[in-house]
């Protein structure tokens, strides 16, 4: 029998990460029927029906979501002033809401709620799909200690929910929120390319997959500074590229830090 470890749920916003928590809960057996979700777009939420026809959804009305115990906000930080203002009045006074949007504070939250204090911030990760994410948590202050587990415990079923300061928020969302869009298409060509030289799928995803662990290890864990590590290997096909990769990082994900901290 599926169990459900939380009260009543809704997502307010019906996009890719609502989409990324329905199926990790659902693959971890948790019951997910009459989940509430909100979306602008109808064509959004008949998408997740197809997906989980066990869902409620409410096209173009937030606060149906906003009524139940734990409301997570899946929105991007522009919409949200909107949609606190639209809200604040709906939410429950015990209910808890769990921001998964970098840039909007706690304090921002609250102040947008009338002073609502009873909030959660989340940077997720997209693993979280296949139970594996690594989602950093912050807790507003008046959360009891009881509700804070309970809460890490319904979410840890996506993966690794560790607490950290809500100052660091937003280096999580670009290091680990967007980490996976740096490093999928490299090991899509890789996997591409191992196929084109004869190696089969499985063959590819193992061997990726099993030089990935070890190298991560042998940079992180071994003890050798950066320069003998890649000291360890005489030939760099990719060399002359690596500035320009390495500037692309600094120059991107620089720009977007600034506007998240603006
Ligand atoms: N996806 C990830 O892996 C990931 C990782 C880290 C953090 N996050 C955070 O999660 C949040 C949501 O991201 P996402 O990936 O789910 O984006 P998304 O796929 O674009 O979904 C956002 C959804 O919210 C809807 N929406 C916009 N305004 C709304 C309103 N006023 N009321 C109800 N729904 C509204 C959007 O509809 P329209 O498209 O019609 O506007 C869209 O369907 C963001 O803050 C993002 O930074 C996501």
């Given amino acids: 029998m599926p169990k459900r470890s939380f009260g009543f749920i809704g997502?307010?916003?019906?996009?890719?990460?609502?989409?990324?928590?329905?199926?990790g809960f659902k693959r971890k057996g948790l019951d997910i029927t009459g989940i509430a979700v909100s979306d602008g777009d109808p064509k959004?939420?008949?998408?997740?029906?197809?997906?989980?026809?066990e869902i409620r959804?409410?096209?173009?009305?937030?606060?149906?979501?906003?009524?139940?115990?734990?409301?997570?906000?899946?929105?991007?930080?522009?919409?949200?002033?909107d949609v606190l203002r639209e809200i604040k009045d709906k939410l429950p006074p015990t209910s808890i809401l769990v921001s998964l949007a970098p840039k909007w504070t706690i304090e921002a939250l609250s102040k947008g709620l009338g002073g609502f204090n009873r909030?959660?911030?989340?940077?997720?990760?997209a693993p979280?799909?296949?139970?594996?994410?690594?989602?950093?948590?912050?807790?507003?202050?008046?959360?009891?200690?009881?509700?804070?587990?309970?809460?890490?415990?319904y979410l840890d079923v996506l993966g690794d929910c560790p607490e950290v300061e809500e100052a660091k928020l937003e280096a999580y969302a670009l290091l680990t929120g967007a980490g996976p869009t740096y490093f999928w298409p490299q090991l899509d060509e890789l996997r591409n390319i191992g196929q084109s030289f004869g190696l089969t799928a499985r063959e590819t995803e193992k061997a990726l997959s099993n030089m990935l662990k070890g190298s991560l290890k042998t940079l992180f864990k071994s003890g050798s500074s950066y320069d003998d590590v890649m000291?360890?290997?005489?030939?760099?096909?990719?060399?002359?590229?690596?500035?320009?990769?390495?500037?692309?990082?600094?120059?991107?994900?620089?720009e977007l830090y600034g506007k998240l901290k603006g």
Avoid: C, W
């Avoid at 959804?57 to 906000?73: C, I, K, M, Q, Y």
């Fill in 44 to 53: 959004i939420l008949q998408k997740l029906v197809d997906l989980f026809p």
């Fill in 119 to 125: 909030i959660v911030r989340m940077i997720p990760n």
């Fill in 231 to 254: 000291n360890l290997i005489p030939m760099k096909p990719l060399g002359e590229g690596e500035e320009t990769v390495r500037r692309l990082y600094r120059e991107k994900l620089q």
């Fill in 57 to 81: 959804t409410f096209p173009n009305d937030n606060t149906g979501p906003a009524s139940r115990d734990l409301v997570f906000l899946a929105l991007h930080p522009p919409a949200i002033a």
């Fill in 128 to 153: 979280s799909i296949i139970n594996k994410g690594y989602n950093p948590i912050v807790f507003s202050g008046n959360l009891a200690k009881k509700e804070k587990e309970a809460i890490k415990e």
């Fill in 11 to 23: 997502f307010i916003g019906g996009g890719r990460i609502t989409r990324i928590f329905l199926q």
